[in-house]
């Protein structure tokens, strides 16, 4: 593990090097809108809207980038205090309830959950263990979690552009009241050409 200077690393510098509130994104850039958030396109990123069927309400937003995958969510948080401490006991309560391990340490993106996850695939329901990584920042009146799968959970190179990525998106909070926790609501992007 690479020795990282974490004091406080998760809000002291987060408005410098992101993930971004909309107040201190640069409007130049080329952002895709996705409402509640605005990803930064790059060689190589597929973007995917995940939908809950019930209600077809965007619920995350899914990167796939150097071989790795990373799911985003941003939610309403309270001015006060933030939510990852809060949400990190609850996915470690998750994830142990699944009959996982999980483990917390010190990441680039400050203190991080590494979760050895059970998971059941193919057609012959082989049993077998995912890793993930849960990463999260808290911002200005919201927050923002990732899941961090494939190549980026164990390989740094990949682990360094997919943190990259996490930290060049822009959270957009908008002044509507929103009680803490609530997702901040996400949508399709326009259509280049679709007026």
């Not at 809000?11 to 605005?38: C, H, M, Q, W």
């Not at 060049?168 to 996400?186: F, N």
């Amino acid at each position: 593990m690479t020795d990282v200077n974490t004091e406080d690393s998760n809000t002291d510098d987060r408005s410098v090097v992101g993930p971004f509130d909309e107040s201190e994104a640069n409007p130049v850039r080329p952002y895709i809108d996705l409402g509640g958030i605005k990803i930064l396109p790059r060689e190589g990123l597929n973007l995917r809207l995940e939908v809950e069927e019930q209600t077809k309400r965007i619920v995350a937003v899914g990167l796939d980038y150097a071989d790795s995958t990373l799911q985003v969510q941003p939610f309403a948080a309270p001015r006060s205090s933030g939510l990852w401490d809060e949400t990190r006991e609850q996915i470690r309560e998750q994830v142990r309830q699944q009959g996982g391990r999980v483990e917390e340490r010190e990441g680039p993106l400050g203190a991080e959950l590494l979760a050895e996850v059970p998971v059941t695939a193919g057609p012959d329901a082989v049993a077998g263990k995912r890793l993930a990584r849960f990463v999260g920042v808290d911002g200005p009146r919201w927050f923002l979690r990732g899941v961090i799968g494939g190549a980026a959970t164990a390989d740094i190179e990949a682990a360094s552009k997919v943190e990259d990525l996490f930290r060049s998106i822009v959270i957009v909070r908008g002044t509507t009241p929103m009680p803490p926790r609530d997702l901040i609501p996400l949508r399709m992007p326009a259509t280049p050409g679709s007026a």
